[in-house]
Every structure is written in structure tokens, then in C-alpha cells.
Nanobody
Framework: QLQFVESGGDLVQPGGSLRLSCVVSGFRLTYYAIGWFRQAPGKEREGVACISVSDGSTYYADSVKGRFTISRDIAKNVVYLQMNSLKPEDTAVYYC????????????????WGQGTQVTVSS
């Protein structure tokens, strides 16, 4: 059974850092990548970052480039999102999920995801 379990969300001050983790189990999808999207109250879902299962290539939303880094530990089946220089506008529920590989550059469709973890950036 495909499952994504996120953790690491917290309350952090502006300028601070967090690392989100996503344990992936039962992943046997072909032509899919894994990544993170977020959703804030009253806002549309936004793809944040994704990583190819096959070659490790990555894509990022313009809003997080240079601040967030996605990585994977294949042996542990874990995907990480390192978030630095956090801003109040990064506040959202962050979801780990899978998207079609051909949509990695836009991250506009997610077919599978977990329960999410709350990230709040506030002083």
C-alpha cells in the first residue's frame, strides 16, 4: 500500500530553518516523481519541490529557490525538505506526495499524498 508519512513541521521565527521528512512505503509507481507541495488557508495548492526517482534531478518553485533543498535517502525510503531563511509567507500545511514525471517542471498535478505537516513562520 502506497503511503507517505510527513513529519518535522513546527513553529519557527522568520529567518529560521526546518527540515521536513517523508517516509515513503509501498512506492512501486513508474513514471512518477516524489516531492512536496503546500497549501495555506484561502490559497491554492503550490508545488514546492520535487525529485526524480530515477536520476535524482530536482525542480523548485521560484518562491523557494535558493532557500529550500529537496533530497532523498534511497536506503531509508525517506525524502527530505530542508527549509532555510523561512518567511511568514512560507506558512502552510506541507504535503509529501507523488506526481507524474512529465509534470515535474510545473508541479501542477499531484496524484498521491500524505496527511501533511504544519509549518508556521511567525515571530
Amino acid at each position: 500500500q502506497l503511503q507517505f508519512v510527513e513529519s518535522g513541521g513546527d513553529l519557527v521565527q522568520p529567518g529560521g530553518s526546518l527540515r521536513l521528512s517523508c517516509v515513503v512505503s509501498g512506492f512501486r509507481l513508474t513514471y512518477y516523481a516524489i516531492g512536496w507541495f503546500r497549501q495555506a488557508p484561502g490559497k491554492e495548492r503550490e508545488g514546492v519541490a520535487c525529485i526524480s526517482v530515477s536520476d535524482g534531478s530536482t525542480y523548485y518553485a521560484d518562491s523557494v529557490k535558493g532557500r529550500f533543498t529537496i533530497s532523498r535517502d534511497i536506503a531509508k525510503n525517506v525524502v527530505y525538505l530542508q527549509m532555510n531563511s523561512l518567511k511568514p509567507e512560507d506558512t502552510a500545511v506541507y504535503y509529501c506526495g507523488a506526481l507524474p514525471s512529465e509534470l515535474m517542471d510545473t508541479m501542477r498535478r499531484w496524484d498521491y499524498w500524505g496527511q501533511g505537516t504544519q509549518v508556521t513562520v511567525s515571530s
